[in-house]
Each structure stands twice: as C-alpha cells, then as structure tokens.
C-alpha cells in the first residue's frame, strides 16, 4: 500500500508526454514541456524547435490516419517491428526469473536451508532486484539497448548453466522430495550449495539492470505514433500470457526433469542473445523518426530496413546537440555518417506522396 500511495503522490510531478498534450491540440503545454525536458529554460533551444516541428508534422498525420487497427500491425511494413516488440516481452519471461524469483524457496531448500534461513535467503533475492535496478536508470541509456540486452542473455545464460551442472553433478536425488516437497528432489550441501546459492544471486544481479528494465523500455521506442498503443498493448499482453504460462510450468518442470529445468531456460537464453544479435535494432538516443528510417531503409533488407548489427548508440551526440553543443549541421552529418537518412513523417513510407507537402507545412 505504501509503494501505492508514494506512485499516486509522485506522478503529480511528472510532466505530461508532449506528444500526448500535442494530440489534445495543448500546443502551448507541449512547448513548456519540452522546454522544460530539452531546453533548460530556452523555448528557441535548436533541440526544443526539432522536437516540436517533428512532433506538428506527426499529429497532423494521426489526425488523417485515425483509422488505425490491430490488422495493421502484421503488415508487411511493421511485422518486423510486431515480432521484435512481442519476442522482447517474451523472452524477458523465458530468461528464467520466474525459476529465480518464484520458485527460490525450492532452489534453496534443494540447497539446504530451512527455517529462517530459507526466508531471509530468499529475501535477499528482492533486495537485489531492486538495488540492481538502479544503474540501469543512471546508464542504460549511455550503454545503449542491444548491448544491454546481450550483455544480460550472455550472463544470465552462464549462472543457469552453471547452477545446472553444479545440481547435476553434485546433487542427490531424494525420490520423495526434500521434507516432501516434490519439486525439490536433489540435495546439495557444502561448497555446491554454496554454488547454487551465489548462481542464483548472479543470476538476478544480472537480469536486474537488464531485460528487467529494457523490456519495458525497448518496445515503446519500436512504433510510429499511429501504432504504438495497440502495439505496446500487443507486447505487454505476450508479457503476461508467458508469465502465466510459466506459473503452471516450473512446478512440474521441478518435479519431473528437475535440475534440467535450467538447462531449458539456459537455452532461451542463449536463443535470445542470437535473436538480439540479428533482429533488435538500437534505439537508444534516437527519436521516433529516426527509428522508423531504420525499418524502411529503402538500402537495407526488405521489409526489415538496416541490418540491426549496424545501427548505432547516438545517445552521446544527441545529448550534445540536446544540451547545445551540437548544432543542426552537425546532427546531419552524423546521421549521414551513419547511413541513416534524416527522417520525417513525409519521406519514413507512412504517409501517400500527395500528403508530403502538406505534411511539410504544417
């Protein structure tokens, strides 16, 4: 309850989206927002000027594209964008958390603790969580999305490898379960339960500044305006699917292939950081039209756009040209740089070429 009441208390300080007030024709609002966020004060900072012509330019294409449906995400144009966004929300469920945060109690009776021991152990796995987490609001935007999320797979996939050889072969098998609990049916003691245990902590001191935030964070950043609420709305509902899915997995997993239960979710894993590799483009530091110029690179692969290999963390030079030691000029010449076309709403494909120059006034 009190987490609840200091959520309501501080959301009364945080500004509205610009482009939410923007779609609610509060253009002076917008404005003050983005000075507020971009400029320092300066409502003719270079930066808070590209924002909101970018930001005028794409409501005046919602307002003739309103018409939008789920149909639209399996197009041919934005399925790619679809399949990321969804397999983002699937694979932090398949990363193994639920293994490790869930189901702790039985990995850590397997390695023998019991009593208050178990409880305080297990607690300590939410500490974790939550003191992990914090170095990923400080930095994930300067470590960019594709390395944090490979980083994490690679980590991630080692503990649960690791915790899998150390029950398999030192552990020992008690056919009932440990004080009858049948999903905890092998034992280890001494230097191995110590193992298992210090696995475990890695393995959540690794998903905590990770998958844990960037899956929330990556899919947003994926979809044009016209989409993205049916689009997030399609990732979160994957999210929440596998995770009850999972609730009526691990149990039974425990039960029946035991200690092998993290050999599957080491190669999810493992899946994931090959899927990452060559599917997940960088969005970090780059606007929404920018992201979209990387899906429809007419140079790219079809109905995939740049190579996701290729793109690149721009947050270091957005943040300059944000804090005014960039200037425009510059910004063009780093996205040529790049190979990535300066993008707006009139050359990204979303919008009919009569509109362009309609588009263009705005």
């Given amino acids: 309850m009190i987490p609840a009441i200091l959520l309501f208390i501080g959301m009364n300080f ?4 610009p482009r939410w007030l923007a779609r609610k024709d509060r253009w002076d609002d917008c404005m003050s927002v983005l000075v507020l966020t971009h400029g320092r004060g300066d409502p003719n900072h270079p930066w808070v000027m590209k924002e909101y012509e970018e930001i005028k330019a794409y409501c005046e294409f919602e307002y003739e594209n309103a018409d939008v449906t789920y149909w639209e995400l399996l197009l041919p144009n934005m399925i790619n964008r679809t399949h990321i966004g969804v397999f983002t929300q699937i694979w932090s469920q398949l990363t193994g958390m639920n293994v490790m945060m869930y189901y702790i109690t039985y990995v850590f009776t397997m390695a023998g603790l019991t009593g208050n021991n178990l409880l305080v152990s297990s607690s300590i796995q939410y500490v974790i969580n939550v003191v992990m987490t914090v170095p990923a609001l400080l930095f994930v935007d300067r470590w960019g999305r594709r390395p944090t999320l490979l980083v994490g797979a690679a980590l991630m996939a080692v503990w649960l490898f690791a915790n899998a050889g150390i029950l398999g072969s030192d ?7 440990i004080d009858n609990t049948p999903e905890a049916k092998t034992s280890v003691t001494g230097a191995a339960s110590k193992g298992v245990i210090a696995c475990s902590y890695l393995f959540v001191a690794s998903f905590a500044p990770t998958w844990g935030p960037v899956s929330w964070i990556y899919p947003p950043e994926l979809y044009p305006l016209r989409v993205r609420g049916k689009a997030v709305a399609l990732s979160t509902s994957a999210n929440w699917a596998f995770n009850f ?3 009526y997995f691990v149990p039974p997993a425990f039960e029946n292939i035991e200690w092998r239960t993290y050999i599957v979710f080491g190669v999810f894993c493992v899946a994931m950081f090959i899927h990452v590799f060559f599917m997940f483009p960088e ?5 929404l039209e920018e992201v979209t110029a990387i899906f429809e690179d007419p140079d ?3 109905y995939i756009g740049t190579p996701a290999w290729k793109t690149k963390n721009t947050w270091g030079t957005t943040s300059k040209f944000e804090s005014g030691k960039f200037t425009d000029e510059e910004e063009v010449g780093r996205e040529k740089a790049n190979d990535v076309p300066r993008a707006s709403v009139a050359d990204t494909g979303d919008i009919s070429p009569e509109r362009k120059s309609d588009v263009a006034e705005v």
Avoid: F, M, R
């Avoid at 945080?14 to 989206?17: F, Q, V």
């Avoid at 552990?171 to 379960?177: F, K, Q």
């Fill in 14 to 17: 945080l500004p509205e989206s």
């Fill in 171 to 177: 552990g020992t098998y008690v056919p009932n379960g």
């Fill in 245 to 247: 899915a999972l609730g």
């Fill in 283 to 287: 969005t970090s530091g780059k606007p």
């Fill in 300 to 302: 790219g692969i079809k």
